[in-house]
């Protein structure tokens, strides 16, 4: 289903709610123009259609208003609602919305024979000529001269009227049923032979009136407030039963004994017993009101009906123009044309009931819609929804073969009619539908300087309207005279409101659009007044405040009223001229303070036009904004900028130490390379060592044996031999050699672990003992756990079980190794224990399985300070330390997590809380995965002496 245009799709909300309550009121008064016809040809049988049409009423009124709270844009009501319910059969739906717009259609020709006839009704039994059919043609016009200027002038006639109308009727009937009460000359009840097509064309009229009570809901899409608008459904449906049911049974009550009753308007003078002289001048007021209501009521809401048709795609998009006023104008004037064809026909009885055919039709359609989308929530009573549609399909049959096959015929085709009508009004040029707008010329009157040319012609046109009406009062009167009171009474009614009807036309087409301009034009300027964020006030030039917007009444925590008087320099002391400042500040923005509010205040002079210049008034308006944030972030962003350049410093010092990282690391190479070189000849060494003490064993056995051979050697050997205190040499020289064997055999152990922990020479994974990584890590830290100052020397507690030879990259599990005994022994060098407390490492190797995956898991613990919950989570961050700036990198432990965990498919947690030391648990699987070796080991320097030293910065 196809839209109309964009441009079209959007009705103005300029209706208040009162006056879309005037049109929810109206289905009421059609009561009056059924009630007492049918009264006459039923007799008491009239209840038995009134009571089942006034249940239904009711059920629709209270459908309706769920229906219109689900679409709250849609215009038209009932009609429009149709589509929605039957979306899988758009042609039904058009064919019921076109037979229940047809039948409002036919309201106003109708509504003008019957003030035709109660005008003719007045004069015609004295003699007195009566131009009927210039009086249907003006009674027509009335209403379409009324909507052509406007809704709200519409809106306005209705108001005016509707209140008395509803409020006399239910006098009418509440007095009525009183009297009838206390009453002993009442009618009898007196039931005929009923008959089912009779009651069936009766209430295929009946539900014209009992039905349309739901009317207010089609003002829905232009209404200011849609949800009160529809309140006016359940109040209408609580008045159906009093109306309806308890004033026909009056009228039954009253007038049936009374056999020369022929007329409906005899029938409401049934009333003359309890209201005496004036039921004549009441009933006329109410026939006409009645008349005049409805005929507004339909050239409200039929254009509507083919609007919203129009947006659905159902019919032509010229009948979406919609002007600046809210005003229809094709619709008005196809609305128009038929209403004038209906009144060529003339035939009231044939009108009613060949449009309430399609009228029924198109509530047997939408009881139909609701019963197929009976499983939405805004569906009520569905299963009674179907056998509405059940019955009313019957009744219209039923009823329509009761009066007339032809005409039957004629009530079912209609609707296809009517669209062939609309289909070919689209086909016309839309421009030929598009007059001057008379909207933008009127607003450019209101808005500019005052037209004098404008306004002369409204005041000759108010003297010539009073002069007209004295002229045309003082040639009816004449005729009148000749009556007696009651008709002069009756017809001056008449006249009256036909008067009034014709001076809101007027005022609608001269003053009411000027009046409504400058009252729209007044409330969008008061609207972006308070719509404005920042604060604006109206000040004197002293700074007394005279209006204030929302903005600073919600700045300064108080209302308009509290505001207004008082000095704007004394709420906001930092503005106040000083002495040497001769007035305030003007198109300067000014700072001040409020409670803790940073505002910025601009003072500027408002300024009128005078002729060909402008010239400042003596007033000031103040523009105040709350730049609390603004000062808030602008703070923030230097305390950033700052933030900012000293992680610039850091970063700075860190790639320094990155890049001695990287020489050290080089450095370490050519260290490895160098132990590599000194193992060759220092293992010569310490093996020539042993036969170097041998030897020397056997020169101190040779020269013990000849001190004992030559007890007395010769003078020169005794001096030799003391000047070499061979005693002592005998004595020392094993020591000497003993103790350069334990030298060479220590330099060979630490060559040894600086080879093992490096494995340059190896390749990249191997199958190997963690544990001898464990030992040579301890080796290169050896002096770090001797006892330094204070602290004493650290333990190192192994608690190794048998493992297997682990797959891995043994350098670089080496370096995970190294940094955490090296984070082990700075946590207890940081930490200051008792006496009692000794630092310790304990370090845990076991096997280890992991989701079936075999492997050796390794614990480094200490008893040192423990880590805060708030820092655990960011040790593995690259760059995050807790150490003091120049001390670590905050590179160990997240090398480590990515050592063990991207490239030995490991696991690496942390255990810690503070006061309890520090866990940390690694678990390598037995064997590696096959993948190519990662990058980041690929050409990794090996971690030797010199990276030790680099490495000790720890994390």
Not at 50 to 60: E, M, Q, R
Not at 344 to 353: E, H, N, P, Y
Not at 492 to 498: E, N, P, Q, R
Not at 612 to 630: H, K, M, N, W
Request: proline share 6%.
């Amino acid at each position: 289903m196809t839209s109309g245009p964009s441009q079209f799709s959007r009705l103005p909300r300029s209706l208040s709610s009162f006056e879309t309550w005037g049109f929810g009121l109206t289905g009421l008064l059609l009561w009056l123009g059924i009630a007492p016809a049918m009264q006459i040809e039923l007799g008491w049988q009239a209840l038995a259609v009134w009571i089942p049409g006034a249940l239904v009423g009711i059920l629709i009124n209270l459908q309706v208003q769920r229906l219109g709270q689900q679409w709250t844009d849609l215009a038209g009501g009932t009609p429009s609602y149709l589509s929605r319910l039957l979306p899988e059969t758009p042609w039904l739906a058009t064919y019921g919305a076109l037979g229940y717009y047809i039948s409002w259609v036919a309201v106003l020709p109708v509504n003008a024979i019957v003030l035709t006839d109660l005008v003719q009704a007045n004069l015609t039994p004295f003699g007195i000529d009566c131009p009927t059919l210039l009086l249907k043609v003006g009674f027509t016009a009335i209403a379409f001269i009324v909507a052509f200027s406007g809704t709200r002038a519409l809106g306005v006639l209705h108001l005016f009227f509707v209140v008395p109308a509803i409020s006399l009727i239910l006098l009418f009937c509440l007095q009525g049923i009183g009297w009838v009460a206390l009453s002993q000359t009442v009618s009898a009840i007196t039931w005929g032979t009923f008959q089912i097509g009779d009651w069936a064309k009766w209430y295929v009229v009946a539900s014209y009136a009992v039905y349309a009570c739901e009317s207010g809901a089609a003002f829905v899409a232009d209404s200011r407030y849609p949800q009160k608008t529809l309140r006016i459904l359940p109040i209408a449906a609580a008045l159906i039963p009093v109306i309806y049911l308890a004033g026909s049974w009056l009228l039954l009550a009253l007038g049936s004994a009374d056999a020369s009753i022929t007329t409906p308007y005899e029938q409401l003078l049934a009333a003359s017993p309890f209201w005496g002289e004036g039921a004549a001048f009441v009933v006329t007021f109410l026939l006409a009101s009645a008349s005049l209501l409805s005929c507004a009521t339909a050239v409200s809401n039929t254009p509507r009906m083919l609007y919203q048709l129009s947006l659905d795609g159902q019919l032509p998009p010229v009948f979406a123009q919609v002007s600046q006023q809210g005003i229809l104008g094709v619709g008005l004037l196809v609305t128009m044309l038929l209403s004038i064809a209906f009144l060529w026909w003339g035939d009231i009885a044939q009108i009613v009931f060949v449009t309430g055919l399609g009228w029924l039709g198109s509530f047997a359609i939408f009881h139909w819609g609701l019963w197929r989308q009976r499983q939405q929530a805004y569906v009520r009573w569905a299963r009674w929804s179907l056998g509405f549609a059940i019955a009313e399909g019957l009744i219209v049959i039923v009823g329509g073969l009761a009066w007339n096959r032809l005409d039957l015929l004629w009530g079912l085709l209609l609707p296809g009619a009517i669209w062939a009508i609309c289909q070919l009004v689209g086909l016309i040029p839309a421009q030929l539908w598009r007059p001057p707008d008379r909207d933008r010329t009127l607003a450019a009157h209101s808005l500019n300087a005052p037209q004098q040319d404008w306004a002369l012609v409204q005041i000759g046109g108010l003297i010539g309207l009073l002069s007209g009406a004295m002229i045309v009062s003082w040639v009816i009167h004449g005729q009148l005279d000749r009556l007696p009171l009651t008709n002069q009474v009756n017809v001056l009614v008449v006249v009256l409101m036909i008067g009034a009807a014709v001076g809101v036309a007027i005022a609608g087409w001269t003053t009411l659009p000027q009046i409504s301009l400058i009252g729209e034009a007044r409330e969008r300027a008061e609207q972006f007044f308070n719509m404005a964020a920042d604060g604006i006030l109206v000040l004197q030039i002293d700074g007394t405040i005279r209006q204030a917007n929302a903005a600073s009444q919600s700045l300064f925590r108080t209302d308009e009223g509290t505001l207004q008087g008082r000095s704007l320099y004394d709420l906001l002391p930092d503005l106040r001229p000083t002495a040497d400042v001769r007035g305030p500040t003007i198109n300067v923005p000014l700072k001040a303070t409020l409670v803790n509010h940073v505002l910025e205040v601009t003072l500027s002079n408002s300024q009128v036009a005078t002729s060909s210049e402008y010239t400042p008034t003596e007033q000031l308006v103040a523009v105040i904004r709350d730049i609390t944030e603004r000062q808030a972030a602008e703070d923030a962003l230097r305390q950033k900028a700052a933030e900012l350049q000293q992680l610039l410093t850091r970063l700075t010092q860190t790639q320094s130490q990155l890049v001695q990282a990287e020489k050290m690391s080089s450095l370490g190479q050519l260290v490895a390379g160098v132990a590599h070189e000194i193992n060759n000849p220092l293992s010569f060494i310490a093996g020539n060592i042993t036969f170097a003490q041998d030897y020397a064993l056997d020169l101190m056995q040779a020269i013990a044996v000849y001190q004992q051979t030559y007890p007395s050697p010769p003078p020169k050997v005794t001096q030799t031999l003391d000047r070499l205190d061979v005693d002592f040499l005998c004595a020392d020289f094993p020591k000497l050699l003993a103790s350069m064997k334990d030298g060479s055999q220590r330099i060979l152990h630490i060559v040894q672990s600086l080879k093992n922990f490096s494995r340059h020479d190896e390749s990249p994974t191997k199958a190997v003992d963690l544990y001898n990584g464990i030992e040579s890590t301890l080796v290169i830290l050896r002096n770090r756990l001797k006892a330094s100052g204070p602290r004493p020397a650290i333990k190192v507690v192994q608690q190794l079980e048998p493992i297997p030879l682990v797959e891995c990259y043994p350098s670089a599990v080496n370096q995970v190794l190294m940094n955490l005994l090296v984070n082990a022994v700075d946590a207890l060098e940081s930490v200051e224990l008792d006496d009692t407390a000794t630092p310790t490492i304990t370090i845990t190797g076991h096997p280890q399985t992991h989701h079936d995956v075999p492997g050796v898991a390794i614990t480094v613990a200490d008893n040192g300070p423990g880590i805060p919950a708030a820092l655990r989570d960011r040790l593995c961050d690259p760059f995050f330390t807790t150490k003091p700036l120049g001390k670590g990198t905050g590179l160990g432990l997240s090398i480590s997590y990515q050592v063990i965990v991207e490239n030995h498919q490991g696991r690496f947690t942390i255990e810690s809380e503070p006061g309890q030391g520090a866990q940390f648990h690694l678990w390598l699987p037995q064997s590696l995965e096959p993948r190519p070796i990662p990058a980041s080991l690929a050409d990794a320097p090996p971690q030797t002496a010199a990276g030790a030293a680099a490495t000790e910065a720890g994390s």
